[in-house]
């Protein structure tokens, strides 16, 4: 491959070490009082990795990678993702490259840019590690599917392939400080080297590998330490987060 296609991997590999959270996105919003405010606390908007507080949610983490993208002179474009009655709730980009098209999922970890099916052969397979994707393409949209050794594919998103503008998107990314999701903890981490994805919600830790999950339930008192551990955040920032929830 050429070196621009090497900086993108670097890129998306560097990307993949970050953590999936809303730890950080409670405090902004504690911090700032409104979606408006909070967002431009987010680090990622210093598109700069190493000042980020610990990771982001899709918001952030895409746009960090779009912000990244466009600086290494690529055509990134902004896409929306619906499911079910929600519409506008998650966020990924196209990279448009070559004369091809790629998809990238940060925020549902998926960091490796995958081709984009063209119309007379709308369905590709990916077999990632835990979880394998599959996209599908119609005329105007992207559904995005994913599922695993032990599970069936199911349909997670469903993207509008026109893409979003910068005024859309950062409006959506401000509503988002007020959804449901926000009222609890939220935190997801993909050790690609070894194929494990960590997943931890309302004190439920899922770890999946390729060959099935398991569920633990992580008692109150340990779970400063197990989540800044696992998920690589400060103890700090989560002992902040877990205080503010509980008020």
Request: glycine letters at 6%.
């Amino acid at each position: 491959m050429d070196l621009i296609w090497n900086q993108i991997i670097e890129l998306c590999e560097k990307l993949s070490n970050t953590t999936y959270e809303n730890l950080s996105k409670i405090i902004r919003l504690e911090a700032a009082g409104s979606g408006q405010k909070a967002k431009q606390l987010d680090d990622s908007m210093q598109n700069d990795l190493e000042f980020w507080m610990g990771g982001g949610t899709c918001f952030s983490m895409t746009w960090f990678l779009y912000q990244s993208l466009l600086d290494l002179g690529l055509k990134a474009t902004l896409i929306m993702g619906h499911k079910k009655n929600h519409r506008n709730t998650h966020c990924a980009l196209i990279l448009t490259y070559q004369r091809k098209e790629y998809f990238l999922d940060p925020g549902y970890l998926i960091f490796d840019p995958l081709e984009i099916p063209r119309l007379e052969n709308p369905n590709s397979m990916f077999p990632l590690r835990p979880n394998s994707v599959q996209l599908t393409r119609t005329k105007d949209s992207l559904f995005l599917y994913t599922g695993s050794f032990q599970a069936p594919m199911k349909l997670r998103f469903e993207f509008d392939l026109a893409g979003v503008s910068l005024l859309d998107y950062n409006r959506y990314w401000e509503e988002s400080f007020y959804k449901e999701m926000m009222e609890y903890p939220v935190l997801n981490r993909l050790d690609k080297k070894n194929g494990i994805q960590y997943y931890y919600q309302k004190g439920n830790l899922v770890t999946r590998t390729g060959e099935g999950s398991k569920i633990q339930k992580i008692e109150e008192d340990q779970q400063v330490r197990v989540l800044s551990e696992l998920f690589h955040l400060k103890p700090e920032i989560v002992e902040k987060a877990l205080l503010i929830l509980k008020n």
